[in-house]
């Protein structure tokens, strides 16, 4: 196993998390700084939705700042055993599940019985940017119940292979750049922005180049 940083702030802060080996991409914790301080506001309550979870510590970390539960999806049966023992070392094992599943197969069949979600993480491997794409566009289907009204959906890729910035009832907002590492944040398209001035333009990080090694 190796190293997924920590849980930087709520009631987990601090506690250790593990990945499940070198190939996985955790979220560094400049680009949980970012995400999260974005994304604060809307957490209390929130359902959330960790998609090619890894070693789940992007919906620990919602969780523990206080969103209200968080499945998470993950088709690697190693990884579905660390994001367990990651949850109950954070002390959030009640309010999270893991699910062994292909992340495509599932948003097209059980996602709908488990949602609506109010954010969604998608952080599938860099080299299969159609993965990503794909995982869009279950989530985008106009009519689908799979999201609420004011979701953030949030895709975690390669910075040269961004995602389409519009795709079914999604728009992307804003773009973060971390390095090699980029940021999509998505709304429903005619939901409120707090923040509209910040719309899609990228806005590169450099300070935070070296927040990730491996490719996922």
Known sequence: MSDAGRVIAGTARGTCLIAPGEGTR???????????????????????????????????????RAAAYAIFVERDAVACRVIAENLAKARLAERGRVARADVVAYLGDRAALDGPFDLVLIDPPYAEPKLLESALARLAVPGAP?????????????????????????????????GETALTFYRREGSALRDEEESAAAIPDRSAAESEEAAR
């Open 146 to 178: 799979l999201l609420t009204a004011t979701a953030w959906v949030v895709a975690k890729h390669f910075w040269r292979t961004a995602p389409p910035s519009a795709v079914g009832l999604l728009a992307s907002v804003r773009t973060r750049r971390f």
């Open 26 to 64: 955790p979220f560094g914790d400049r680009v949980k700084q970012t995400l999260f301080a974005i994304l604060e506001p809307d957490l209390p309550g929130a359902r959330v939705l960790d998609l090619f979870a890894g070693s789940g510590a992007g919906g620990i970390e919602a969780l523990s």
